[in-house]
């Protein structure tokens, strides 16, 4: 959202120019205020527009959602809430690349038992199934 835009809505609004719209995306976060925001037939299924009501003074330093009927202000995360989310997602990105590249389980366990690198009890046990369940040929 550009602050020149928000300005220029608001002063529309002192002027008499009519109420300030909202354009909401699925999640209900506001991604666009003024009077120009898209005619309802032409934007996304799930996206709403609003009118803003007129106790809510728009801040382009905040933001705005609109949940069950209710909007909702919040303060933009910090920079350390920043970073941590970063990091989070780093991490759940890296564990994902991994997982999706590595062989099954299964396959890592096989490898394992046959290179003899199980305890003894444990491929006592695996062999045990491997004999009661021969591989077919």
């Known amino acids: 959202m550009f602050v020149g835009g928000v300005i220029q809505a608001l002063n529309?609004?002192?002027?008499?120019?009519g109420k300030m719209k909202a354009l909401f995306d699925t999640?209900?976060?506001a991604i666009q205020f003024g009077f120009d925001v898209p005619?309802?037939?032409?934007?996304s299924p799930g996206y709403q527009i609003l009118d803003i009501p007129e106790?809510?003074?728009?801040?382009?330093?905040k933001y705005y959602y609109y949940n069950?009927?209710?909007?909702?202000?919040?303060?933009p995360p910090t920079p350390e809430e920043i970073q941590f989310i970063l990091a989070a997602?780093?991490?759940?990105?890296?564990?994902?690349?991994?997982?999706?590249?590595y062989p099954d389980i299964?396959?890592?366990l096989?490898?394992?038992f046959h290179a003899g690198v199980f305890p003894e009890e444990m491929a006592s046990q695996i062999q045990a199934v491997k004999d009661k369940y021969p591989k077919p040929e």
């Not at 529309?12 to 120019?17: M, R």
């Not at 005619?39 to 934007?43: F, G, K, L, R, V």
């Open 12 to 17: 529309q609004v002192q002027q008499g120019a």
């Open 27 to 29: 999640s209900g976060k």
């Open 39 to 43: 005619e309802e037939s032409t934007i």
């Open 55 to 61: 106790d809510i003074f728009v801040d382009t330093t």
């Open 68 to 75: 069950d009927g209710e909007f909702e202000v919040y303060d």
């Open 89 to 101: 997602k780093k991490l759940e990105e890296y564990r994902e690349y991994r997982r999706k590249e």
């Open 106 to 108: 299964g396959d890592q």
């Open 110 to 112: 096989d490898a394992l």
